[in-house]
């Protein structure tokens, strides 16, 4: 059975393809067959891998327009384990072509739902709310929201609440979702707000919180994760701390 | 004569609306008038100062489906010399039904045309390259591009400069760009990052770069620029470097 892992959130540099990235990585760590799919049009997950966008022959553009099969577009990362579907500069013109089809929204959901050869399929959203997002909230089991305690971060959140409720009514009905405390400071803003997302989410709240460690703005640069660029820092254990967290929580759903 | 500032860049999270909003208000202690306009579905803008988009009566909007004009969706901030026009929550939907009318690359270009009341526009635009952002990028003479000096947000400059050719041959041939260095910190990556932006594009860039101050993340809770916020902090002086500067170009293009 195949655990589909949305992160998602309307807010923009919240660490979404960070997460995405870090917490794969760990999970294959523990022996989980993980696919990536990179559903931004920025195709920052796909370049954090050293894959340049702009020459794949595949990607994420082909399986929703029904060109090709998970398994076709799929590829190797170098990392035991970990499988991507890479995003192209193409997915902004596909996204603004699939609002015209009927069920637009189950796209991905149908092409996914043909493969089983991974435990978990982790999907990377943009920092918007159109057809690529909702593609992959359809898809997704579980989404994971990561948020800054800060602010606008904090206000996201309850956008992402009416989402998640829109989505719930129309495409999913059993999708649930988690909020991830990412980019953690020392400062008072993060305090306090760290406390009131803790008490207005009880347990809708990961127990880890991922702090501020500037190795993982560092990694990128080389094309590896955090768990092979530097396999003891802080970033790396509480990504660890994090895949464990979820695998609870798949075996308990 | 009025000019129009559009900040924008795809990457997230890079201090686009704090950029929109500290620039904005540095300008009017200079006495320039100015009005800001929430181009983000986030409506970010809008709630740093305070106002709730779920109950403005008129937005962005209204002016870009040309229901009203620039007089009749703006409204004061409590600043005095600073308007805005808010973002409100239906910017998703029209965003989406843009694409379909002719020239609609022109619609907001030609609703701000109409009005000379103020000296500089300033549009904050979402963390995407659709019709919100094209829009933007086709009605101002002047874009900036927010930068942090990292991996995702140095890739994202290229895509603009790709997007930058495109719009100069398609809607508007005189914009002009620079590029802000934000969210300066003072870790390895980001110093040999900023020399890197700064020998790859000249003085494209502006001389003044933004350094991490604790005090923007605490402005937008009591709705406050961080000019009346932290008057005297290093961001609010860093700010009113920027709008100097900003004066300058102007004066000289
Ligand atoms: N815990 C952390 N500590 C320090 N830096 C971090 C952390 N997490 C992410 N970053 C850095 O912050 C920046 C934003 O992260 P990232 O790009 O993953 O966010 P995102 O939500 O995917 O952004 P976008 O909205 O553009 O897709 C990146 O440069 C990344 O390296
Ligand atoms: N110089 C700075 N020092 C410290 N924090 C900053 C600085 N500039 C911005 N921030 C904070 O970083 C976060 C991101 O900034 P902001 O929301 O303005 O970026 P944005 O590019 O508009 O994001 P989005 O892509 O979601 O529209 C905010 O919480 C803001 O308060
Ligand atoms: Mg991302
Ligand atoms: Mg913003």
Do not use: W
Not at 50 to 64: H, K, N
């Amino acid at each position: 059975m195949t655990t589909i892992v949305a992160i998602a959130n309307e807010k923009g540099g919240v660490a979404k393809t960070t997460t995405a990235l870090s917490l794969g990585a760990a999970l294959v760590e523990n022996g989980q067959e993980t696919l990536l799919v990179d559903m931004d049009p920025q195709a920052n997950l796909t370049l954090a891998l050293g894959i340049q966008p702009s020459q794949t022959r595949r990607s994420v553009a082909d399986l929703l327009l029904g060109n090709s099969s998970t398994l076709g577009v799929s590829r190797e990362t170098g990392i035991p384990g970990l499988d991507i579907i890479p995003a192209s500069g193409e997915m902004l013109l596909v996204e603004r072509f699939l609002y015209v089809r009927q069920h637009y929204e189950h796209l991905l959901r149908r092409a996914l739902s043909k493969s089983n050869m991974y435990s978990i399929i982790i999907l990377d959203c943009p920092p918007s709310l159109g057809a690529l997002t909702i593609n992959a909230l359809t898809a997704a089991q579980l989404l994971i929201i990561p948020t800054q305690c800060e602010f606008f971060s904090a206000h996201s959140l309850r956008e992402m609440l009416d989402l998640i409720r829109n989505i719930r009514q129309r495409t999913n009905p059993s999708l649930r979702y988690r909020v991830l405390i990412t980019m953690l400071g020392r400062t008072r803003v993060h305090r306090t707000l760290q406390e009131q997302i803790r008490s207005a989410f009880g347990n809708a709240v990961f127990e880890t919180a991922i702090e501020n460690d500037t190795k993982l703005r560092e990694c990128p640069v080389v094309g590896k994760p955090i768990t092979q660029y530097a396999p003891e820092s802080r970033a790396a254990m509480q990504y660890r701390a994090l895949a464990q967290e979820l695998e609870e929580y798949v075996h308990q759903a």
